[in-house]
């Protein structure tokens, strides 16, 4: 059973920073690409960012300069540093991992981010 769990959300005042944790655990002999996606309230789930294995990112362009996608391959953990936030970026927060054994993507809960005016 392979398991995520997100950390690291609560509310924030705008220009305010954050950092969310994601760990995965489980039977996991290595992780693919890692990422987060997040879903504000009447909209539909979206890309903020993802990284290999290998350590190499992409960006929504929302979040680009301001957001910082990490991850501890040893601790089956990726992070996302969030700077500078902005109202607009309030939305539930999910991680995403490709488990490679199972050759499918695995999602967390969420965790929620407000960010204030």
């Known amino acids: 059973q392979v398991q995520l769990v ?3 959300g609560g509310l924030v005042q705008a220009g305010g920073s954050l950092r969310l944790s994601c760990t995965v655990s489980g039977s ?3 992780i693919n690409a890692m990422g987060w996606y997040r879903q504000a ?3 539909q789930r979206e890309l903020v960012a993802t990284i290999t294995s290998g350590g190499s990112t992409n960006y929504a362009d929302s979040v680009k ?3 910082t996608i990490s991850r501890d391959n040893a601790k089956s953990t990726v992070y996302l ?3 500078s936030l902005k109202p ?4 539930v927060y999910y991680c995403n991992a490709d488990i490679t054994q199972y ?4 999602w967390g809960k969420g965790t929620l981010v407000t960010v204030s005016s």
Request: no cysteine; proline share 4%.
């Open 103 to 106: 050759a499918s993507y695995f």
């Open 28 to 30: 996991i002999f290595s």
């Open 65 to 67: 300069d301001r957001f």
């Open 6 to 8: 997100e950390s690291g």
């Open 81 to 83: 540093q969030m700077n």
């Open 41 to 43: 309230p009447g909209k």
């Open 88 to 91: 607009e970026d309030t939305a």
